[in-house]
RNA sequence: GGGCGGUUAGUUCAGCUGGUUAGAACGCUUCCUUGACAUGGAAGAGGUCAGAGGUUCGAGUCCUCUACCGCCCACCA
């Protein structure tokens, strides 16, 4: 006996169907079982994966289901699927975790040692690491888990080291002294995007440079003194210069001569430069070439001199003289506090300005000139907005397009080494003289030395690492085994479709596509679809720090990850706003497709056709199965239609409504008399629809809802007929097809039914009359041959309004009854005896009001020349159609009126 | 400073290429413990589609401007 509990239970139910397709190997690509023959139907998801150190939030959430999703819809298409699941290394934010840990130890990372470091890392990876991943699974992602990847695992290490070695010796990655982003706290380098801008309310300082030997015969401005305006104080302590526009009038006389730099007491020239805006500020930039992008270049043209005043830590170094051994905001403070003394400081205007943080711990980034690796981004650009030109990635939707191409057009190099230790350290080797040597490992950088100088060398090895991106960039191929010209890459490269969040667009995207075009010379993926971003209700976005977070595994413990699924699908048509309340939808659907499941199979009992094929005569169908069947069709095309073009909430919704308010509220509805019927005949065919319908519900739905899905799939296998023409798993069950079942005429008449059923309803619910009190009814239609159609479905109508309907085109109205109208017909219900009809009045001028108005706008459209003319034919026959029906109804509205007069 | 998105029922949102009396969910009102489901069923109330112009026979839907909200990008110190 196959009966369904009284509720659905989710959390065992889940893991116990996830175990089972793991297990099966249903996660792995076809091809893995039945040899690679499937090319033109491969789909390949290229996933970005999530860092090791990170828990599931909603924004993974949603960006798993949506990948699962497409993938389960895929698969069920015949499709050669492939999800390859893992995690990058998160350089810094891993190295952060550890270091906290060893402190608690009261130990660095250098008392450790570079070595035994990494060790601690290498075994909280294998403690924690896995916990995202395990979270995926709690969510139901049917990814090959028999191909997870790290980016620090021996083969994407190599593609690192190879991407590395193929740039350099095609001159596109080169060592330089430049300024870049720096993150005192994590003492390393950032790339620009690393480095987040947050509009921050700083103070801009005014402050006084005496002018050298000018004393108080300075005639045009100031007298003794220039005035200077910077947003960062503790800096001048590294000022080689002052500088002002070539053409402004103001400073003219002092062009070429020097000023007092206060507090250090250095004598500073007063240069002349385009790049100086006259109207900020005073117009005057004191320049400090070592901690300012701009002053380093104005310091370029002017060969000054670069003084860096500041420790990796953010502690001013010696050459802040007094100042030395003080962090930079504390030194902020005293310089301002020791030119007040001196007389120097003029104000402190308060300045709103945009900051970089760390992306990784938050703190203010320092602006800091030193050694780094950079990647040489423009010609790799180009070759991206090229492909882009040419069509190969398109986004949906399309708007970020644009941001996309804006970046690749102002793109700038990409500083990728980092003072840490986690991560692929850079293949560079240095000779004593300094000399570069890259290589793939330390035995070639010394054979290439030997080459070099004819002898042994001591070599050292540079000891940075790389940008966690520099590995990720090369994921879509580098987890397929690149760069050995392994049978994956072949098979599987390029992948299919990327889905992301939109602040992924250029750590990642853009960098993808340019490694793929760089590397394979070939797109790593065509479509490109942006999802929305997951906000709590306030509007911010969800993050732990806020408290706003809902985790989601608190839902699927609760609910069920199906529900969170469906819920958070539902929702996301553009970014989701989120509330706990938000997933009951998903819970009370669950629910309801449960107990619909549980009245199908109580009516089953002894019924032995169940089967997943579509084997009807359609015309000896009964009204409500042609129709069920005809919406079932509409509704395989429509949600196919949505997924095709990444509208997986607008498909999830069609579905929705389908299930509840089709198949429930009237489908099962109708179902109940005719299976508690005599007509043997009529049960039978009911309960095949009934089967049929629901096996194909079920396997529409199952992309979004696999478990329950999954679930009730098994149960109705066990019942059906042809059980041995069903695959063991509904993820393996092909996707529904559009079977040409559609039936206008039946949709058109069950429509009537509807109104009919609901129309005395109405006249019922409004006279206070119980549904359990049983009425005559009768059905006036407008013509003779229309009484036929109605009485198709007269039984119908009967049961589900709790009345004896006569159907009667010349039915006299008269006082004993009251009605409702609608275009073709009315429909009345006795009420003599029963109740007072007189308040109906009110309500049925209204109604003539309505239609009145109704009526003269419609003529009022046709009587224009204009529409006849242009508008085209059938929008004409539809609105005579409209102005016909609106007539015929207000006539009966008057003549319902009349009753009571 | 540049770019993008939003403004539709009490609330959260749909509404594709302009053409059914603008839809749904939640909430609300009334009724219903009817053997799938109260995480339910039935009926109902509720909107001058932010504002102003324009294009059109016809605009929530296209164009312009305005207002407010939000996001992303940005080396004016």
Redesign the pocket.
């Known amino acids: 006996m196959s009966e369904l509990s009284?509720?659905?239970h989710p959390k065992e139910t889940e893991k116990k169907w996830y175990k089972v397709w793991e297990s099966k190997g249903y996660f792995r690509p076809r091809s893995d079982h039945e040899g690679k023959k499937f090319r033109k139907n491969r789909y390949v998801i290229a996933i970005p994966p999530p860092n090791v150190t990170g828990i599931l939030h909603m924004g993974h959430a949603l960006n798993n289901s949506i990948q699962d999703i497409l993938i389960r819809w895929r698969r069920m298409k015949g499709d050669d699927v492939l999800w390859v699941p893992g995690t990058d290394h998160a350089g810094i934010a891993t190295q952060n975790v550890v270091e906290k840990k060893i402190a608690k130890e009261k130990k660095t990372r250098h008392e450790l040692g570079r070595e035994k470091f990494l060790k601690q890392v290498w075994k909280w990876k294998e403690e924690h690491g896995n916990t995202i991943t395990s979270q995926l699974r709690c969510l139901g992602c049917s990814c090959d888990w028999s191909r997870e990847r790290f980016t620090m695992d021996e083969g994407l290490s190599r593609a690192v080291l190879e991407s590395f070695i193929q740039l350099y010796e095609r001159n596109l990655i080169y060592q330089g002294h430049y300024i870049i982003h720096w993150c005192p706290r994590c003492e390393t380098a950032l790339s620009?995007?690393e480095?987040?801008?947050?509009?921050v309310q700083g103070a801009?300082y005014h402050i006084k440079y005496p002018i050298q030997g000018m004393g108080r015969q300075a005639e045009k401005i100031g007298d003794d003194h220039i005035v200077?305006?910077?947003?960062?104080p503790e800096?001048m302590l590294g000022d080689t210069a002052v500088?002002v526009?070539p053409q402004d009038a103001r400073y003219q006389h002092l062009i070429g001569k020097k000023v007092i730099l206060p507090l250090m007491e250095r004598e500073i020239p007063v240069i002349q430069d385009e790049?100086?805006?006259?109207?900020?500020?005073?117009?005057?930039?004191?320049i400090?070439p070592a901690h300012?992008?701009?002053?380093f270049?104005i310091g370029n043209r002017h060969q000054l001199e670069r003084i860096n005043v500041m420790h990796p830590n953010g502690v001013i170094n010696e050459n802040g003289k007094q100042y030395a051994g003080m962090d930079r905001f504390k030194a902020r403070k005293k310089i301002v506090e020791d030119l007040e003394s001196q007389g120097l400081f003029i104000r402190r205007d308060s300045?709103l300005?945009?900051?970089?943080h760390c992306y990784r711990c938050d703190s203010m980034v320092e602006?800091y000139l030193s050694k780094q690796w950079f990647v040489r981004m423009k010609p790799m650009a180009e070759k991206a907005l090229k492909a882009h030109k040419e069509g190969k990635t398109v986004f949906y939707p399309e708007?970020?397009t644009?941001?996309y191409t804006?970046?690749l057009e102002?793109i700038?190099d990409w500083c990728i080494s980092r003072q840490i230790w986690w991560g692929h350290q850079i293949p560079v080797w240095y000779d004593e003289e300094g000399h570069i040597f890259v290589a793939r490992s330390e035995e070639e950088a010394q054979a290439k030395a030997r080459d070099k100088y004819g002898r042994e060398v001591s070599l050292k090895r540079d000891p940075d690492v790389l940008d966690t991106w520099f590995s990720s960039w090369l994921w879509p191929f580098s987890i397929l085994g690149w760069p050995e010209k392994a049978e994956d890459l072949k098979y599987f490269y390029p992948t299919s479709d990327l889905v992301t969040a939109?602040?992924i667009?250029?750590f990642w995207v853009a960098r993808m596509i340019m490694a793929g075009l760089e590397f394979l010379g070939e797109e790593p993926f065509n479509r490109i679809y942006i999802h929305?971003?997951v906000?709590a209700?306030s509007?911010?976005?969800m993050s732990k720090s806020l408290g706003n977070a809902i985790d989601p595994l608190e839902v699927i413990e609760e609910?069920g990850a199906d529900a969170l699924r469906f819920s958070m699908i539902m929702?996301s048509?553009?970014?989701?706003?989120l509330s706990r309340?938000?997933f009951?939808?998903g819970?009370?659907?669950?629910?309801?497709l449960?107990?619909?499941?549980?009245?199908v199979l109580?009516?089953l009992d002894d019924f032995k056709e169940g089967s997943c094929q579509l084997n009807f005569e359609k015309d000896r169908l009964s009204l409500p199965n042609r129709w069920i069947l005809s919406r079932l069709n509409d509704v395989t095309k429509e949600s196919e239609k949505w997924l095709d073009q990444f509208?997986l909430?607008?498909a999830t919704?069609e579905l929705?409504?389908f299930v509840?308010?089709d198949?429930?509220?009237?489908f099962?509805?109708l179902a109940?008399p005719t299976l508690m019927g005599s007509d043997q005949e009529a049960k039978r065919q009911t309960q095949k629809v009934l089967f049929f319908t629901l096996e194909r519900m079920l396997r529409l739905l199952h992309p979004v809802i696999p478990f329950i899905t999954e679930e009730i799939w098994q149960k109705l296998r066990q019942k059906a007929s042809d059980a041995k023409d069903w695959p063991e798993t509904i993820m393996l069950a092909a996707w529904p097809k559009d079977e040409r079942y559609q039936d206008a005429e039946s949709e058109k008449a069950f429509c009537m039914l509807?109104n009919a059923?609901?129309g005395i309803?109405?006249l019922?619910?409004?006279l206070?009359i119980?549904?359990?009190q049983k009425l005559d009814a009768v059905i006036h239609v407008k013509e003779k041959k229309q009484e036929e159609v109605f009485a198709t479905f007269k039984n119908s109508v009967e049961k589900l309004s709790r009345v004896d309907l006569t159907i009667d085109a010349e039915f006299r109205k008269n006082k004993a009854f009251i009605g409702n109208a609608f275009?073709d017909f009315e429909v009345f219900i006795r009420i003599e005896g029963i109740v007072d009809p007189s308040k109906e009045t009110l309500r049925i001028s209204k109604k003539i009001e309505?239609?009145k108005?109704?009526v003269a706008?419609?003529k009022k459209?046709l009587d224009?020349?204009?529409?006849v003319?242009?508008?085209?034919e059938d929008?004409v026959e539809?609105?005579q159609k409209?102005l016909s029906?609106?007539e015929k109804?207000l006539k009966s509205h008057q003549e319902h009126l009349a009753l009571f007069q």
């Not at 198949?663 to 009237?666: G, H, L």
């Open positions: 009284a509720r659905y620009d995007e480095a987040a801008h947050k509009e801009l200077v305006a910077t947003t960062r800096t500088a526009h790049h100086v805006d006259p109207e900020f500020g005073t117009g005057v930039v004191k400090t300012d992008p701009n002053d270049e300045h300005h945009a900051v970089g602006p708007r970020w644009k941001v804006h970046w102002g700038r939109p602040e667009i250029f929305g971003t906000r209700q509007g911010l976005k609910i929702l048509a553009q970014d989701v706003y309340e938000k009951e939808v819970r009370n659907f669950t629910n309801k449960w107990n619909a499941t549980r009245f109580m009516n509208g909430s607008q919704t929705y409504h509840w308010n198949f429930c509220d009237w099962i509805e109940k509807q059923v609901t309803r109405d019922r619910a409004r206070n119980p549904p359990s275009a309505e239609s108005k109704w706008a419609l459209k224009n020349e204009n529409f003319k242009n508008a085209p929008v539809r609105e409209k029906d609106a109804l």
